[in-house]
């Protein structure tokens, strides 16, 4: 790749708009921004980035360069894939400079900044072998589907089935490490598999999974949703980063029922979230808030609809339906749900445009 090339990619990707999609609040001082850095459990901002210089420096850990090279060391990427990355495409061959790729592990919010190559490696091959089961297993299939959840939904947020013992065969197989199999959580110390006959959803980066939790059908002895021992992200992360409306919602089934609608949405696994994890919303011009039905999912909206101000719309759903899994079983849920967006936004954009008293 030539340098003017490589200049394109940098103008094309201001680096204080790529660390902010990371994640990573920044403040402004006068010419500069500032900010807590990736690279080191960092407690004071110590990252500066100087968007006229398209550079960054940290001052304590010495961690510097520019855009590509940010992304290149947050992401464990090398010098071709972190250019892909950026350029949300693929290069050419013949036109990439090629160097080793090697992997920084440290503390921070976003989950893939602490994971190797191997530990992809092993959660995507484990999402390939649950999804290749899902198809396999009729009890599976038929459970998505009393939840109204169909074929277009599983392919898309590629839904998996654990059936308890497929996985360690193939990592072994495969020679995959057990042992850091263990420690991310996919197995048990006896080495029984941690989503063992649940509904396994995954969180997907490109083609690679970097998350997963699973979901129990019937049993209800069990607790609802199991995840991995790692930090948990935001579910659907790539399917909102840099859109202008985003569907923003409570559970891991209700994200599974907006995105088989088509819909830009993330969910949060919950109804708490730190405002600095929102700050890939900052170019949202419309966040839909859909949460459940119920004290907890009404405070979450409150809250969020003080920190999101007049480009977040509350959605409220209809009475006695919890949440939007609920409404998506119904035969006309999803169109009952776009007449609700609809109106929500119509009452939003004329309480707006009403003279304060």
């Known amino acids: 790749m030539s340098r003017y090339d490589v200049e394109q990619v940098k103008q094309r990707n201001p680096i204080e708009e790529v660390i902010s999609r990371h994640g990573i609040v920044l403040l402004r001082h006068g010419s500069r921004m500032s900010g807590l850095c990736p690279f080191h459990k960092d407690t004071h901002p110590s990252l500066v980035v100087y968007p006229q210089t398209r550079s960054f420096f940290c001052f304590a850990c010495g961690a510097s360069g520019d855009v590509i090279d940010f992304v290149r060391r947050l992401d464990g990427l090398g010098f071709r894939a972190a250019i892909e990355r950026l350029n949300d495409a693929p290069l050419p061959a013949q036109d990439v400079q090629r160097d080793g790729d090697y992997l920084v592990k440290v503390a921070a919010a976003v989950p893939r900044r602490e994971l190797s190559l191997d530990d992809c490696m092993i959660l995507t091959a484990a999402s390939a072998v649950y999804h290749n089961l899902l198809w396999q297993t009729p009890e599976a299939l038929s459970y998505l589907l009393s939840r109204g959840i169909g074929e277009v939904a599983i392919r898309r947020c590629r839904l998996g089935y654990s059936d308890g013992h497929a996985l360690r065969r193939y990592l072994q197989r495969h020679r995959l490490s057990l042992r850091r199999a263990r420690e991310m959580g996919l197995l048990w110390k006896d080495g029984g598999e941690r989503m ?67 819909l830009s949405v993330c969910a949060l696994q919950g109804n708490k979230v730190r405002p600095e994890r929102l700050s890939f919303l900052e170019r949202a011009r419309r966040v839909f808030l859909v949460f459940d039905n119920d004290e907890r999912g009404r405070e979450a909206t409150a809250f969020l609809l003080n920190l999101l101000g007049a480009r977040a719309v509350s959605v409220g759903l209809p009475p006695g339906i919890k949440d939007l899994n609920l409404l998506g079983q119904s035969p006309d849920g999803r169109e009952t749900f776009f007449r609700l967006v609809r109106e929500a936004e119509a009452r939003e954009e004329v309480e707006h445009a009403l003279p304060a008293p």
């Open 196 to 262: 063992a006959r649940r509904i396994v959803v995954p969180e997907l980066r490109g083609d690679q999974c970097i998350w997963m939790t699973g979901r129990v059908m019937n049993d209800h002895t069990e607790p609802k949703y199991r995840g991995l021992s790692l930090p948990k992200p935001l579910l659907g992360y790539e399917r909102v980063r840099g859109r202008q409306r985003v569907y923003l919602t409570e559970g891991t089934l209700d994200y599974v029922t907006a995105v088989g609608w088509n």
